[in-house]
């Protein structure tokens, strides 16, 4: 199982980026697929997540409003759309894919199976 994560970059705030995740090796169409970022000394938080069903989402209070995460089960990909950023959401950002039989919505880490490589976000001021 491979996720290749692409599309981060430099940005001023304000803002946006879309991020996208490539799937490969295995059913995506049954998996709940989620957003995670990382900055060096911290945990990897949940940002957004986006359950087999493409209507049903959940986002962290810090992005709800700003952040859109969608998926293309043709395609086996699935993106954020990032608007309005902030500094704050500066990080490696981290596209996963859930286990079979997860609790909705997956918000921790545990609840992933497989990760992307991670794409690097920077927002300046």
């Known amino acids: 199982v491979q996720l290749q994560a692409s599309g981060g970059g430099l940005v001023q705030a304000g803002g946006s980026l879309r991020l996208s995740c490539a799937v490969s090796?295995?059913?995506?169409?049954?998996?709940?697929m989620g957003w995670f970022r990382q900055v060096p000394g911290q945990e990897r938080e949940f940002v957004a997540t986006?359950?087999?069903?493409?209507?049903?989402?959940a986002y962290s209070n810090s992005v709800q409003g700003r952040f859109t995460i969608s998926r293309d089960n043709a395609k086996n990909t699935v993106s954020l759309q990032m608007n309005n950023l902030n500094t704050g959401d500066t990080a490696v950002y981290y596209c996963?894919?859930?286990?079979?039989?997860?609790?909705?919505?997956?918000?921790?880490?545990?609840?992933?199976?497989?990760w992307g490589q991670g794409t690097l976000v920077t927002v300046s001021s």
């Open positions: 090796g295995r059913s995506f169409n049954s998996a709940a």
């Open positions: 996963g894919a859930s286990n079979f039989k997860v609790r909705w919505p997956p918000t921790t880490v545990g609840a992933y199976a497989y």
């Open positions: 986006i359950g087999v069903d493409t209507g049903t989402t």
